[in-house]
Nanobody, 125 residues
Framework: VQLQASGGGLVQTGGSLRLSCAAS????????TGWFRQAPGKEREFVAA????????YYADSVKGRFTISRDNAKNTVYLQMNSLKSEDTAVYYC???????????????????WGQGTLVTVSS
């Protein structure tokens, strides 16, 4: 699976962006997809994930209620709609795909098999 993240950019505090993660290769619909982010000088952290089997969604507490993850299997694409952006959301955002069962692993970076190249989101005040 090859992943291509896009949609990043510069936005003001309170604004919105939609990130896309387009996949090619194996059947993407059978992979759970996650979004992670990494700010300068910080470790990569979990943002959101969507299960391939159930469609269940998972969010970090810091983005719950502001971000929404969704997928379009026909387009092999997963989206991250980001609203009410804050300066602390500034980071490089990565999408990742994994095929493990259950949900115990969706927040763990080391459990994903494939990663995209990242897209930069900058929120200015």
């Amino acid at each position: 699976v090859q992943l291509q993240a896009s949609g990043g950019g510069l936005v003001q505090t309170g604004g919105s962006l939609r990130l896309s993660c387009a996949a090619s290769g194996r059947t993407f619909s059978r992979y759970t997809t996650g979004w992670f982010r990494q700010a300068p000088g910080k470790e990569r952290e979990f943002v959101a994930a969507i299960s391939w089997s159930s469609g269940a969604t998972y969010y970090a507490d810091s983005v719950k209620g502001r971000f929404t993850i969704s997928r379009d299997n026909a387009k092999n694409t997963v989206y991250l709609q980001m609203n009410s952006l804050k300066s602390e959301d500034t980071a490089v955002y990565y999408c990742a795909a994994g095929s493990r069962g259950g949900s115990w692993w969706v927040r763990r970076t080391d459990e994903y098999d494939y990663w995209g190249q990242g897209t930069l989101v900058t929120v200015s005040s």
